[in-house]
């Protein structure tokens, strides 16, 4: 019997294209010989059923999925927001991670990780990113604290939790606003701890996707250190590591720039070898994730961690 391996999944957000059709990234990727792919944001909303035929008709040609965070996009655009305090923001948020839950079980796709969210509300731009407004009436803490509260309800409510438990979400690291200023929660391995160890998740399933991009600002701008953050978490929850995400920045912004040969990610891949086991005895899966990349470029970030993977 073959030993297991990390899987090397390519997002959909990853290609510069004119248009966002997810059949079209799909297409192209099938192409390359990319047969792992990560379905993310931005793609025009389809009905779950749409959805469910177009990813079970790629499925029976051998491409495996999996899905993150604004992933079914709903009909009318919002910020995932699970801490949120606006009644109407959290149900468009608890609806669209519902969706993703329907999805996978129409698809036997079976993991789906996310953001948790941002301590104030916010649109996106055009550009794709964010822009936050109003007051900030709760903080970190307080954030923290209001997500340990709710989720694990919110989490039981989609029955997902069995003993042949055929689904698994994941909650994604975060970081400060390029100024240093508290904008999310989970960015810190205090925060990880705070959150598994609380009895409601540290009986469940939950799982861990760590973005080492996201890692990279938030421990810049909070002045940790990064493999310090990794060693905690690999050693306290490594059988929860279900995915990890690869992208370059500047220390201050989520630029999702291309990989280099030199680019630290790569080298601490290596850990995640043994890592990810809760999800069905699967390791944890390695996603490319930069934005605005050619064909081209695709093929040579995804030889790049090939070489650190294999």
């Known amino acids: 019997m073959s030993k297991p391996q990390n899987e090397i999944y390519v997002s959909t957000a990853c290609l ?4 966002r059709d997810l059949r079209h990234v799909i297409d192209v990727y099938q192409k390359m010989g990319i047969a792992h792919i990560e379905i993310s ?26 899905f993150h965070n604004y992933f079914p996009a709903p009909e009318k655009s919002i910020v995932l927001n699970m801490i949120s305090r606006d009644p109407l923001r959290y149900q468009a948020s608890s609806s669209l ?19 948790p969210g941002y301590l104030r509300d916010g649109s996106e731009r055009q550009d794709g990113m964010f822009e936050f407004y109003g007051k900030d009436d709760q903080g970190r803490r307080a954030g923290l604290e209001y997500f340990m509260s709710t989720f694990p309800k919110f989490y039981h409510q989609l029955n ?23 904008q999310s929660i989970l960015c810190t391995a205090d925060e990880f701890e705070r959150v598994f160890e609380s009895p409601l998740f540290k009986e469940s399933n939950i799982g861990i996707l760590i973005d080492l991009a996201h890692l990279t600002i938030a421990s810049s701008l909070y ?5 310090d953050f990794l060693d905690r978490l690999i050693s306290q929850y490594g059988d929860r590591i279900y995915e990890v995400h690869l992208s370059e920045n500047d220390g201050r912004h989520d630029s999702h720039w291309t990989l280099r040969k030199d680019s630290w990610c790569l080298n601490v891949l290596k850990r995640f070898r043994q890592t990810g086991t809760r999800l069905h005895g699967e ?17 040579d970030c995804y030889e790049l961690v090939k070489d650190y993977v294999s």
């Open 283 to 299: 390791l944890t899966k390695i996603c490319i994730e930069p934005r605005k990349l050619n064909e081209q470029q695709i093929k």
């Open 16 to 19: 510069d294209s004119s248009t």
């Open 97 to 115: 991670i519902g969706n993703a839950v329907k999805l996978g079980r129409k698809t036997g796709v079976n993991l789906y990780c996310f953001h």
């Open 160 to 182: 997902v939790e069995s003993n042949g438990q055929s689904f698994f979400i994941g909650l994604e690291n975060l970081f400060p606003s390029p100024n240093g200023q508290d």
């Open 223 to 227: 002045g940790f250190d990064r493999d």
């Open 41 to 66: 944001a931005p793609h025009p909303y389809l009905s779950l059923q749409d959805l469910a035929k177009l990813i079970q008709s790629y499925q029976a040609e051998g491409v495996k999925f999996i």
